[in-house]
């Protein structure tokens, strides 16, 4: 039981990882077509997986609305967005267009879908107001770092910010486009940089302890 | 009587062109009057390094060859005729040193030319012993000045990148780091640093006990191919067995189903690992969407109605990020959060509590759970930024050095070694 439930899917995960790995510093077709077989398989994979979400979907919505639970009736939507879009895509054949005609499918990609997710982005601005207003509540040092640099991009940005600039600060002999050049591509490239090679550092070690089993918490308790 | 004279000004112009060209014969690539001169030792070699689909062609850089003059390389997969044209480009252009190979790899001149021709882009997938013919010539104003004789070449595939030799040794001194940590931890144990973020996890997890409220576990919108979901699953196990051990809730969000699906085994072994098996519902992982911001709607919604006392955020995230941490904000959640897309982690820090900044996300894991094993994997992490630290130190100082005296060897030398390929 050991053998089937640890050993081989360990097995399976060093020499996977293995050649994948070895597939980067291998040019020849052989590697090349292994990594477009394990991509198909992921595909395949996916596929059905998607088939068991979609079956987790509805599940939990239906017994959502079957025991009237809190926010049942956005449950509902579940299933009336599912078949808005489901109908149309099957009497359309799974074209959006015939003839530079919109089809049922394409109308409701287009009217619907596409209004939808554009409104769920617009929100984001709104959002984006929220966190500023927040984040310039000045409480550290940190915070008053933040605030100057942003306040100094905001000011570079607008026409406005421009004239402010030259009456308040213009006697320093910088304009405002030359100091946010100077924020975005000195320190502001440094902090990514830093944080990008941590990362991948990070995930290389993660990608070890996995293809030489030190990290197996996917696989249970021993 | 202007009119008239307008529009046969009008005619004239537009008609001139047409009558140059009813004149002259069409533009095309003539030979010059006198056999054109020869472009002597053209050689093509297989490309190294490489699947086998490319070819470098090499000849002398002749100085009496004009500098506005052109050269064109032509192709073809036939054993006669068939050619197309596959690159162009000014005579001075395109020597040895253009060939983008570090110094280890590739032994470039400024003395010869060196041109890569991408074979499958020109004729797209060929056989394994296919011969391939090439010439060069060097035009001027359309006029072929020089021409070289055909040559061929069989490109074959190869079985290392030898361009890559930086990246493979830096990659065994990392798991030689990696094992003679592990065999220290196992031995004498490691000093780990404290991460803020994730010492405020038993805190967030006690307070939604406390008010009993639910805690929202959220993995993001990648893949179980990303580092970071994998990172984000290792840590919903450990978040989810202090989540057993409280006997608090746990709602876990997805966006894709692979996800779902390994997360669900994940919660599960915590719930029995903390010996209540009892306590798990099968809902506890729910699949929502595979689309971006219907999955941001969703799960924004949910936190909007349950009020959750903790929100995290773990995994690969885009343009939700703000979406999803600012609704969570406004519910008054406990909010912590750990991304390795480092556009979005200015988004976090404004609106969550604690943020892990790209690494430490690795590093939850193992810092939660630990197992000396897995925390040696943070020792090298830790010797990784250290190496990268001093490498990039003397780096500096070296290419610096180099520009001041003029070693102009030695700079490429230095920067091809931190190149990748």
Redesign the interface.
């Known amino acids: 039981m050991k053998l089937i439930k640890k050993h081989i899917p360990l097995a399976i995960v060093f020499v996977t990882g293995v050649l994948t790995?070895v597939s980067?510093?291998?040019?020849?077709?052989?590697?090349?077509d292994y990594i477009e077989t394990m991509n198909k398989w992921?595909n395949i994979?996916?596929a059905f997986?998607?088939?068991?979400?979609?079956i987790?979907?509805f599940f939990?919505h239906y017994?959502k609305i079957k025991r009237k639970g809190?926010?049942w009736g956005?449950s509902l939507f579940v299933f009336i967005g599912f078949l808005a879009m489901i109908i149309p895509a099957y009497t359309s054949g799974g074209k959006q267009m015939v003839e530079g005609v919109l089809t049922p499918l394409g109308w409701a990609y287009k009217y619907i879908y596409t209004a939808?997710?554009g409104t769920?982005?617009a929100?984001?601005a709104f959002?984006?107001v929220?966190?500023?207003y927040?984040?310039f509540r000045i409480k550290s040092p940190q915070a008053f770092v933040l605030f100057v640099a942003a306040f100094i991009l905001i000011l570079g940005k607008v026409p406005l910010g421009q004239i402010i600039w030259d009456s308040a600060l213009g006697w320093t002999g910088q304009n405002a486009a030359g100091v946010i050049e100077w924020i975005m591509s000195v320190p502001a490239v440094a902090g990514?940089r830093g944080?990008?090679?941590?990362?991948s550092?990070?995930?290389?070690?993660?990608?070890?302890?996995?293809i030489?089993g030190?990290?197996k918490?996917?696989m249970?308790?021993d | 009587m202007i009119k008239h004279k307008a529009a046969l000004a009008l005619f004239l112009s537009l008609s001139a062109p047409a009558l140059l060209f009813a004149a002259k014969p069409a533009p095309e690539v003539k030979k010059a009057a006198a056999t054109p001169a020869a472009i002597n030792g053209l050689t093509a070699v297989d490309m190294p390094y490489d699947a086998g689909n490319a070819a470098i062609l090499k000849w002398p850089v002749d100085p009496a060859v004009a500098a506005d003059a052109f050269y064109v390389v032509y192709a073809s997969s036939l054993q006669s005729g068939g050619w197309v044209e596959a690159d162009r480009f000014a005579a001075p252009a395109k020597t040895g040193k253009d060939i983008e190979l570090p110094f280890w790899a590739w032994d470039g001149s400024v003395l010869e030319h060196a041109v890569k021709v991408e074979l499958n882009n020109l004729f797209g997938e060929s056989g394994k012993d296919a011969v391939f013919q090439f010439r060069v010539a060097a035009e001027k104003n359309k006029q072929v000045l020089a021409e070289s004789r055909a040559v061929s070449v069989t490109p074959a595939g190869n079985w290392f990148r030898l361009d890559r030799l930086n990246n493979l040794v830096l990659l065994i001194a990392l798991i030689v780091i990696f094992f003679w940590a592990v065999s220290h931890a196992k031995r004498k144990g490691l000093f780990i640093r404290r991460i803020a973020g994730l010492d405020a996890i038993d805190e967030a997890i006690g307070r939604a006990t406390e008010m009993g409220k639910p805690i929202f576990y959220v993995p993001g919108i990648g893949s179980m191919s990303s580092i970071s979901t994998i990172a984000s699953a290792f840590i919903l196990g450990e978040v989810s067995k202090k989540v057993a051990q409280y006997d608090s809730q746990i709602k876990v969000p997805h966006f894709d189903p692979v996800v779902m699906t390994v997360c669900k085994e994940v919660v599960k072994q915590s719930y029995l690992e903390a010996g209540r098996p009892d306590s798990y519902r099968e809902d506890v992982n729910q699949f929502i969407s595979a689309d971006q911001f219907s999955y941001a709607a969703s799960v924004d919604g949910m936190i909007s109605r349950e009020k959750p006392a903790a929100c995290f955020y773990m995994g690969h995230f885009m343009a939700e990020s703000l979406l999803l941490a600012e609704v969570g904000a406004t519910s008054g959640a406990i909010q912590i959060a750990g991304t390795d897309v480092e556009h979005q982690l200015p988004f976090f820090f404004t609106a969550c509590d604690y943020t892990l900044i790209g690494e430490e996300l690795y590093a939850a894991g193992a810092y939660l759970s630990k197992e000396p094993m897995l925390l040696s994997a943070l020792k090298v992490q830790d010797f990784g930024k250290l190496f990268v630290m001093l490498s990039v130190f003397f780096g500096m100082i070296l290419v610096a050095l180099g520009a001041r005296f003029r070693w102009d060897s030695f700079v490429p030398a230095i920067l091809n070694l931190f190149q990748n390929y």
């Open positions: 790995l980067y510093y291998v040019p020849h077709k052989v590697s090349v992921e994979v996916v997986a998607f088939l068991l979400g979609l987790s979907l939990s017994h809190d926010g956005y939808l997710s769920m982005f929100v984001l959002y984006i929220s966190t500023a927040r984040s990514k944080i990008m090679i941590g990362i550092i990070g995930a290389i070690v993660t990608s070890l302890k996995i030489f030190i990290e918490q996917y249970g308790k």
